[in-house]
Every structure is written in structure tokens, then in C-alpha cells.
């Protein structure tokens, strides 16, 4: 421990006695200094045992003593040590009163002990103190290295437990707890989330303090990259000494190696992850089977979901609804710049992990992301919450200006098994030309098959062939020689049956079949081909769903 003045008090060879503060003399002194000046307050920084002669102080002026010890008092010196025998004999009642009175340790330093003899027994001490912390975090790095070595993270974090006397947790680069030391920790360091994510949206290196009712808490983010993989935490109930600080800083190395490391093997799964794919979209599946071994046999035996992912710059934004903006508080987030690929693949790979299944992440190029994950299971389900997240967020910044970001689409095949990958895959992506013309983060395949196909009108291609199709007819409707595009649309309505149609008009049926007549001459095209009428009907559905 560092050095205090009752260490000083008891040094045999300093002969010090106390002669006011008995009761502060356990304070740390960081430095013993010496100064003779009326004021020397401008040359502390505090902690210092100041020592003086009162060689330019009248010590036994009372008013003079107050205000001296009040301003050492004041610009935290701990305590004043008083050479007798040299300008006095002993100390005046004045500053025995002064010092008594501000409740500061005043020593009296007999004429035979020099003031560099305290001065070396500080430093010695000091250096000592340093020496044993020093001593103990190489210990504490052995210690932590063994227990990385032969624990892993758990073990490591157990020991890091053990030399701060508090508890540690490690999260994952979602910002879930994934491991604590003791047990118990766990309830603490969930509350914590938050400030992880706080955390990760800084780039690495960063640190963050979180002060609790019964604890402090360091954030540490670990990785090597500007953006942090995971975070520790390590909760103490004070702040940590010099030694603690070495094992702390001990561990972040140790994770940090640990992360790069898992970085290199998830680089080398993600590659036997595209050859994996790329055989079952060729249609091998038993070569697949074969390729991916243990590592992602159970997935293949199962039924899965493909879900291919792109991102949208935010320069391609076309309609404000399209491409919304994200509420304010994320727009001046760092973490709202992230590459949402990124981020998508962090949520999913956490969930697969937390749940024990396996998942197949494999990027396609810098703006594409292929997955392949369990059907029903937590990375699926955990995709569609992020979705769902992103959606939400996007409808609470509706009226903020939109930030230059890049936006994550999302299309899920249905259910499927290796031999129709091919088919999932095709699926997907239709999924997600829809998602990307509708302005959604995520469209599932399957509510395209149990919805209608009127909402894929709301195409511009589609829009502009409707009006093309349908411009004769209201050209002739805007001379007032006739409705034939409110004709068209009642007698295609009614499948083609005159009288149901010319009732719905309030029209005789030879005038409905008059103007049918009429619009088969403007377009050059025969009602009676299922075709036309389809197309026709199509525009018109276009034209109204474009002027809701």
C-alpha cells in the first residue's frame, strides 16, 4: 500500500511526533515536499506532506495561522511537517490551534532528523508500493494467461473476478451478456446493455464508467478494428489500485487476442460457408453435406429459410417513403453508420449462437449478404425483430431530415429443404425486389403467395405502361363523347356480362355494348382476347391505386 503518515508517524528512525489530526493520519501522501514560502499553495497539486521552518512566517500569529492552514487545507495538502530547533523550539500555540482547529495532521519533526530523510523514506516508499503493484500485475497476467489458456473466456473471467475482489462479464457484439464471474453477476450486468451499446457506438479503443448504487462499473470495448467486437465489464466496489488496473488491462489483451483470433476462424467458416452454398444452389447437396462436415450438417438436415440482404445507398433515394430516415437521436449516433450488413449479420450469428443452432453468414460482395438458418428458429426470429426494429425506428423520424445512410432491405425465402435450394434462393430474392420497390426492410416470401398482387402495381414501369394503355381513352372521355373508361372498367368487373355492367352504369346494354365497340376501335384491340382483358384490367387498377 502507499505510504501514509502513520507509517511516517511509526518509522523508527524519523522520530515524528503528532501534535494535531491524530485521527487523519491514514491518508496517503503522495509526495513530501519542502517550501518556505508565505503562500506555497500555487506550486501543490495535493496529497503532499509539506514541510517547513517557518523561516518567513510569523508562527505565532494566530489570525496569520488560520489563514495559512486554511488555504494548505483548502489546496489539499494532507499534512505539515514543523522542524523544531530551528527558527523555534517548539510550535507555537498558534499553529498547534490553527491546524487543530482544520482538523490537519501536524507533525513535529525534531531538529535531528533532516527533511530529506522524510523525503527518502516517502519516495522509498512509494517506489516500493509500486514495485509490489507492478510485482502483482505480472503475477496476475500469469495467472490470467493459465486460466485463457485452459478456461477460455469463462476461466479468464473468473480469475479477473478474483483479483479485483468484484465480478466480470463479457458481451457479445450484439450487446448480450454472454459470460460471468461469479454467477450472480449475471442479473447485474444485463442492466448494463444499454451502456455496452453506448459503448459499441464509439470507435475502439473506449472505455466508459457506470456508477451503481453499489458498485462502479468499467466498460472496456475489446477488438482491434475501430469497431469493437465485444465488451468487458468489471465491477469493483471502489476504484481499482495499480495492481487491479494490470490485471484489467491484462484481460483486454487476452480478449482482444482471443477476438482476432475467432475473427481469423469465422473468416475461414464464412469460405467454407460460399463453397457450401454455392454446391447446394448447384444442386449437390450430399457434396454440401459432405464439404460442411459437423459444422453445418445439423443445418442442412433441417428444414431452413434462405434470406438474401442487400443495402441501398442513400443515394439512390428516389421517394421520401421509400427511403425514410431514422429518428433524430440515431441520426447523430455513430452507431447509425454502421453497415447495416454488419449489424444484421452480428444480430443473427448472436442469436444462433445463444440458441445453440447453426447458421451459415456468408457475404456476397461489399453490399449483399446470403444466410441460411434454421426454419422457426432464434436467428429467424431475431432477424424479423431487427426488421421490426428498423421499421419502428423509421416511422419515428418521419419528419426529420434524411440522413446520408444506407438502408438494409431484407427478402426470406419459405421453408425448404437442401434439394431446393435453388428454388429458396429464388424465392429470396424475389422477396427482395419486392421489399426494395415497396420501401420495406423485409418482405417473407410467403405472405406474397397468401397476399394480392395488386400492391406490385405500385411499380413506376408499371404505372407508366397503364397510362400509355388506358391515354386514347381518356383523351376520348375528355372531348364529353362518352365514358369509356368508367364503361371498361364496369363491363370488366361484371366478367363481360352486358346487363349486370349497363345496370351498374345506369345505361341501356346497347349503349354499354356501343361503347365497348368504341374501345375496341381507339385501341386497335379485340375484348374478346383473355389477354387484353387482363392487361386492361391490370392498367386500370394501376391508374386508380396510383391516384389514392
Not at 449478404?369 to 424479423?384: F, H, K, N, R, W
Not at 397503364?466 to 383523351?475: K, T, V
Not at 364503361?487 to 356501343?514: C, F, P
Amino acid at each position: 500500500m502507499p505510504p501514509t503518515l502513520a507509517s511516517l508517524v511509526h518509522h523508527s528512525a524519523l522520530k515524528l511526533r503528532v501534535r494535531a489530526g491524530e485521527d487523519r493520519l491514514d491518508t496517503p501522501v503522495r509526495w513530501a515536499h519542502v517550501s518556505e514560502l508565505a503562500d506555497p499553495v500555487p506550486y501543490m497539486e495535493g496529497g503532499e506532506l509539506l514541510l517547513i521552518t517557518a523561516l518567513k512566517l510569523d508562527a505565532e500569529d494566530h489570525d496569520a495561522m488560520r489563514s495559512y492552514v486554511k488555504r494548505l487545507v483548502d489546496a489539499g495538502v494532507i499534512g505539515l511537517g514543523f522542524a523544531v530547533g530551528v527558527n523555534y523550539e517548539d510550535i507555537p500555540d498558534a499553529l498547534v490551534a490553527a491546524a487543530s482547529g482544520e482538523g490537519l495532521p501536524l507533525l513535529e519533526v525534531p531538529r535531528r532528523t533532516p527533511f530529506l530523510a522524510i523525503s527518502k523514506a516517502v519516495s522509498a516508499a512509494i517506489a516500493a508500493d509500486q514495485y509490489k503493484s507492478v510485482t502483482a500485475g505480472f503475477a496476475a497476467q500469469r495467472e490470467l494467461t493459465k486460466q485463457a489458456l485452459a478456461g477460455g473466456p469463462e476461466g479468464l473471467l473468473a480469475a479477473l473476478a478474483a483479483q479485483v475482489d468484484g465480478w466480470a462479464a463479457l458481451y457479445d457484439a450484439a450487446g448480450a451478456v454472454v459470460a460471468t464471474a461469479p454467477d450472480w453477476a449475471a442479473r447485474r450486468a444485463a442492466t448494463l446493455t444499454p451502456d455496452v451499446e453506448r459503448l459499441r457506438s464509439r470507435p475502439a479503443p473506449a472505455s466508459l464508467v457506470v456508477s451503481g448504487a453499489d458498485d462502479r462499473v468499467e466498460l472496456h470495448s475489446i477488438g482491434a478494428g475501430r469497431r469493437p467486437r465485444t465488451a468487458l465489464a468489471v465491477g469493483t466496489a471502489s476504484s481499482l489500485g495499480t495492481a487491479e488496473r494490470y490485471a484489467v488491462h491484462s484481460a483486454i489483451a487476452l480478449l482482444t487476442l482471443t477476438t482476432e483470433r475467432s475473427r481469423s476462424l469465422h473468416s475461414a467458416e464464412q469460405r467454407l460457408g460460399a463453397a457450401v452454398l454455392r454446391m447446394l444452389l448447384a444442386g449437390e447437396p450430399s457434396h454440401a453435406r459432405t464439404v460442411a462436415g459437423d459444422l453445418y450438417g445439423g443445418l442442412l438436415d433441417a428444414p431452413f429459410r434462405l434470406l438474401v440482404a442487400e443495402t441501398v445507398s442513400a443515394s439512390s433515394r428516389v421517394h421520401a417513403d421509400v427511403h425514410a430516415p431514422l429518428p433524430p437521436e440515431q441520426a447523430a449516433d455513430p452507431a447509425a453508420e454502421e453497415d447495416p450488413l454488419v449489424a444484421l449479420a452480428d444480430v443473427v450469428e448472436a442469436a444462433a449462437a445463444h440458441s445453440g443452432e447453426a447458421v451459415l453468414v456468408v457475404p456476397d460482395g461489399g453490399d449483399r449478404l446470403v444466410v441460411l438458418m434454421t426454419d422457426g428458429g432464434a436467428a429467424a426470429s431475431a432477424c424479423i425483430e431487427h426488421a421490426r426494429q428498423l421499421e419502428t425506428a423509421r416511422a419515428a423520424g418521419r419528419d426529420q431530415p434524411a440522413p446520408e445512410t444506407d438502408d438494409l432491405v431484407v427478402g426470406l425465402s419459405a421453408p425448404a429443404g437442401p434439394i431446393a435450394a435453388a428454388a429458396a434462393y429464388k424465392q429470396a430474392e424475389q422477396a427482395l425486389s419486392v421489399a426494395r420497390r415497396r420501401g420495406r426492410f423485409l418482405v417473407e416470401h410467403e405472405s406474397l403467395a397468401a397476399g394480392s398482387v395488386l400492391p406490385l402495381l405500385a411499380d413506376d414501369a408499371v404505372r407508366a405502361f397503364a397510362d400509355g394503355m388506358l391515354r386514347a381513352l381518356h383523351e376520348h372521355d375528355a372531348t364529353g363523347r362518352g365514358d369509356l373508361v368508367e364503361s371498361l372498367r364496369a363491363w370488366l368487373s361484371r366478367h363481360g356480362q352486358w346487363d349486370a355492367a349497363a345496370a351498374d352504369l345506369g345505361v341501356h346494354r346497347h349503349t354499354l355494348r356501343y361503347r365497348m365497340r368504341r374501345v375496341e376501335e381507339i385501341l386497335g384491340r379485340s375484348l374478346d382476347d383473355a389477354d387484353v382483358r387482363m392487361e386492361l384490367w391490370l392498367a386500370l387498377k394501376a391508374t386508380a391505386a396510383a391516384s389514392e
